[in-house]
T-cell receptor, first 111, second 116 residues
Framework: KNQVEQSPQSLIILEGKNCTLQ??????????LRWYKQDTGRGPVSLTI?????NTKSNGRYTATLDADTKQSSLHITASQLSDSASYIC??????????FGKGTRLSVIA | NAGVTQTPKFQVLKTGQSMTLQCAQD?????MSWYRQDPGMGLRLIHYSVGAGITDQGEVPNGYNVSRSTTEDFPLRLLSAAPSQTSVYFCASAPRVPWPGTYEQYFGPGTRLTVT
């Protein structure tokens, strides 16, 4: 059973446009939620970590939101650039067990 | 700092062969781990270590062995490679265990392994 579901699976947007990626989770108890960016052929790199008490967190053009009540998170990318082309992975911590990884959303930004 | 390094970058094995994937970190992190990443699946934890001499199994440990004799190194051994172990392997480290807290996890560049 996949406890972290990400949507869409893939997305293509024009350079300069905004986009929003979704993450729904069912893990309980919830501890924190992370978003990673993974460029092709590279390891994941952390974008943000949010605890249950945080609703919004920004990292440059990336803004993550968290609704712990509905168990949903989103990652909003503003004014996309070609370098934003990557997979974005949502990861949830459910307390005293290892992190649970989503399958990721593959974003392609085209000129 | 080099961060987390992995060798080799690519490897092709025949079924039944053994090999060791190397992982090293220079950040004095207590926690180190191995993941595998397969198409259409999320990263899956193979083994992890919370300090020198201490290892534990993750979600998919079968077919893999680990040991942690130093803080810096955490090698992953495949004793008898199988085609099902064809995957991309990532090593990661963190100052402490990244759950349930918020310790940042740093990933290496990965090793792409093909077993024929």
């Amino acid at each position: 059973k996949n406890q972290v579901e990400q949507s869409p699976q893939s997305l293509i947007i024009l350079e300069g446009k905004n986009c929003t990626l979704q993450c729904n989770y069912t893990v309980s108890p919830f501890s924190n939620l992370r978003w990673y960016k993974q460029d092709t052929g590279r390891g994941p790199v952390s974008l943000t970590i949010m605890t249950f008490s945080e609703n919004t967190k920004s990292n440059g053009r990336y803004t993550a939101t968290l609704d712990a009540d509905t168990k949903q998170s989103s990652l909003h990318i503003t004014a996309s650039q070609l370098s934003d082309s990557a997979s974005y992975i949502c990861v949830v911590s459910e307390g005293n067990t290892p992190l649970v990884f989503g399958k990721g959303t593959r974003l392609s930004v085209i000129a | 700092n080099a961060g987390v390094t992995q060798t080799p970058k690519f490897q092709v094995l025949k079924t039944g062969q053994s090999m060791t994937l190397q992982c090293a970190q220079d950040m004095n992190h207590e926690y180190m781990s191995w993941y595998r990443q397969d198409p259409g699946m999320g990263l899956r934890l193979i083994h992890y270590s919370v300090g020198a001499g201490i290892t534990d199994q993750g979600e998919v440990p079968n077919g893999y062995n680990v040991s942690r004799s130093t803080t810096e190194d955490f090698p992953l051994r495949l004793l008898s490679a199988a085609p099902s172990q064809t995957s991309v392997y990532f090593c990661a480290s963190a100052p402490r265990v990244p759950w349930p807290g918020t310790y940042e996890q740093y990933f290496g560049p990965g090793t792409r392994l093909t077993v024929t």
